[in-house]
């Protein structure tokens, strides 16, 4: 039983990898083609003062053309192809950079409680990509709440971690949780029990990419009618 176990445990890790390299190689050229697209949408805009429909036109191209690079960088972050500066960052000070950003910048209602479990603690990580993957674990968890009742953001200590030597922030949703077959696909890009009009179905796939690439690793534990506990597992600073 637990050799079958390990052998979809691999199987599932190649896959999941896969996937991740597919989203990498159409984040490049989509952001690419938008970079021309951006480019010829700004001078059409800039050049039909004159002509207000055409420049509403050109504008309308603009934001939709921004709107997909910056699904090309989400993507990109996904499969871990996005550009780093890791530094020693204390756990506490990371919870609290990302409730300043969640309150000022998610215009959401849901109440937001802190728990410190790695006071002291500090990880080896970029700051931005970490606070974004965190931010992303956050809005997933509003949403399945359905913005109702508090989310809870935690530190938590090595001691608890899955890999020898990493310290975790783990996002504790009160939402439906997931069943088994919905956890098993839960971080494919675009995966997604929304609708993908509104949701990207990116955030779970993103946070993995992040902390894959910062020599960490994403756990989730769910369970249907218990809610949804996603943790970025990332080494300690030396």
Not at 13 to 26: C, D, E, H, P, T
Not at 96 to 111: C, I, L, N, Q, Y
Not at 137 to 148: F, H, M, P, Y
Not at 159 to 174: E, F, K, L, M, W
Request: with cysteine; charged share 20%; proline share 3%.
């Amino acid at each position: 039983v637990l050799a079958t176990r390990l052998r979809e445990r691999e199987s599932a890790l190649a896959y999941q990898k896969s996937l991740q390299r597919i989203a990498g190689a159409i984040a490049h050229n989509v952001n690419n083609q938008m970079t021309v697209v951006i480019g010829c949408a700004e001078e059409l805009a800039a050049s039909r003062t004159d002509k207000p429909q055409e420049k509403n036109m050109a504008e309308l191209c603009l934001a939709a053309g921004l709107r997909t690079a910056e699904l090309a960088r989400r993507l990109a972050a996904c499969s871990g192809q996005t550009a780093m500066a890791p530094a020693a960052l204390v756990m506490d000070d990371i919870l609290k950079e990302v409730a300043r950003r969640w309150r000022e910048e998610s215009g959401h209602d849901t109440g937001l409680l802190i728990e410190h479990g790695a006071a002291g603690l500090a990880v080896q990580a970029d700051q931005e990509l970490l606070c974004e993957a965190v931010m992303e674990l956050l809005d997933n968890g509003r949403i399945a709440q359905s913005g109702k009742g508090e989310l809870r953001l935690a530190s938590r200590a090595s001691a608890d971690s899955p890999v020898p030597g990493c310290a975790g922030i783990a996002v504790i949703d009160c939402g439906s949780g997931m069943s088994k077959e919905l956890l098993a696909r839960a971080r494919e890009p675009f995966f997604s029990t929304y609708n993908l009009a509104v949701h990207s179905g990116l955030g779970l796939s993103l946070a993995e990419g992040v902390a894959n690439s910062l020599g960490g690793t994403l756990t989730l534990d769910s369970r249907p009618g218990l809610g949804t506990i996603a943790t970025i597992w990332l080494p300690l600073a030396r």
